[in-house]
């Protein structure tokens, strides 16, 4: 019976479309006869999965699995497609290292033209065209060994560490959603190492309440090489007053918004200001550390005259806005405060203003800054007692040289 072999696209180009053999008795043995008429073809199928190409065979309109190259061929024409692994739609996509194993498996053994690609694992041919018991043997269990690390190659393929020429160690490689970290010799290491232990995209994030004893993932880090025989910088920046901000804004000396607060710069930071109406008669220095409400004083309000409630205003004062990069003595960066100003009617607790602001710069103990801000509230009809409270929500300082403190809570509030 005449078989036709019909090989598609790059394998049709380089090895001719059609191929006729006759009384072939399964796909195999057809395969058989490709790899000894064509070594380069042979060659070719066996590296291909290297390129992510895999091969489908089709026989009447069937894809054809490893464990259908065994059965018997059937009249109908064998056609051979190279497709690239992980195409959708295109059948059972056949690796072409374990289609070899396979036919040496099936087929007793390929002869020169297969053994001449195993020669460097110490393979020869055997005399007279094909190999011999011994030789169909081991190549039969080579086929095995091929069908099982090939199929399971294309299925999950592993990254490869290209070559370095390195004095230093190499650490922190990673490839895929788990993430792999090399060692020292650019082996894979299993080693828990600290703030290489990064993860890919894809990896699932545990959520741990309490106290955890096992290390978590790293998902961003920030790492500065500096020469260690040099001493640390003392500050990132010049401490001085052009460094502060309220609410990310520059304050000036008329005022502007400022993140939704009207506020402006206040020049004179040794004395109080003074206005039609004021309520403190000593600066009120607040606790940094206390996170609970702190009462700044009593004031009245009306909607005339001196105690218009649109015209309130509080001067603070801001000094020592240092952080540090690190521990205590590193180098010291901008620090910050965020504080929220509260007014109370007294009587019955009802809220009339909730107002927060972020003061952030760099500044020394003895850099004192000032600053008034607008803080018009809602006045209660028929109520004109009220409580100014500050809440500290967060801070970013050096406690032993910060200091907030309101210097004037009033109404028309001015320099002296």
Do not use: C
């Amino acid at each position: 019976m005449q078989h036709k072999i019909l090989l598609l696209d790059e394998l049709g180009d380089k090895w001719g479309k059609t191929h006729v053999y006759h009384n072939l008795k399964s796909p195999s043995e057809a395969l058989k006869l490709l790899y000894i008429n064509y070594p380069d073809l042979q060659k070719y199928f066996a590296t291909a999965h290297e390129d992510g190409i895999g091969f489908t065979v089709v026989q009447a309109g069937e894809f054809l699995g490893y464990e259908d190259l065994g059965l018997p061929l059937g009249k109908n024409d064998l056609v051979i497609t190279p497709v690239i692994t992980g195409s959708g739609g295109v059948g059972k996509v056949l690796a072409g290292v374990a289609m070899i194993g396979l036919v040496a498996l099936s087929a007793g053994g390929l002869g020169p033209a297969l053994t001449g690609i195993f020669t460097k694992t110490g393979f020869t041919a055997a005399t007279g065209g094909f190999l011999g018991a011994t030789g169909s043997a081991i190549i039969g269990k080579l086929g095995v060994a091929l069908v099982l690390s090939g199929v399971s190659e294309m299925i999950s393929p592993q990254p490869q560490l290209p070559d370095f020429d390195f004095e230093a160690p190499v650490s922190g490689f990673t490839g895929g959603a788990g993430g792999i970290t090399r060692g020292s010799d650019g082996s894979q290491s299993y080693a828990y190492t600290g703030a290489a232990n990064t993860v890919g995209l894809g990896k699932t994030i545990p959520v741990v309440y309490g106290k955890a004893l096992v290390g978590g993932h790293i998902l961003s880090t920030n790492i500065e090489v500096s020469n260690q025989s040099d001493p640390l910088m003392k500050y990132i920046r010049p401490p001085n007053f052009n460094t502060v901000l309220l609410n990310g804004e520059k304050l000036e000396t008329h005022y502007t918004n400022a993140g939704g607060v009207m506020a402006r710069r206040y020049n004179d930071t040794t004395s109080n200001a003074s206005g039609t109406q004021s309520y403190l008669t000593s600066n009120k220095v607040i606790d940094l550390q206390n996170e609970s409400e702190q009462k700044i004083a009593d004031i009245t309000g009306d909607s005339s005259g001196n105690t218009d409630v649109k015209k309130f205003q509080i001067l603070f004062q801001v000094g020592g806005l240092i952080d540090f990069v690190g521990e205590d003595g590193t180098t010291k960066i901008d620090g910050f405060i965020t504080y929220r100003i509260k007014i109370k009617e007294i009587d019955d607790a009802t809220l009339v203003l909730n107002s927060q602001s972020t003061i952030q710069g760099l500044t020394t103990k003895n850099q004192n800054y000032s600053y008034i801000t607008k803080l018009p509230y809602q006045k209660i009809s028929g109520k004109s007692n009220y409580e100014v409270l500050v809440e500290v929500i967060d801070t970013g300082v050096d406690f032993n040289k910060a200091s907030f403190t309101i210097k004037q809570v009033g109404y028309n509030l001015k320099e002296n």
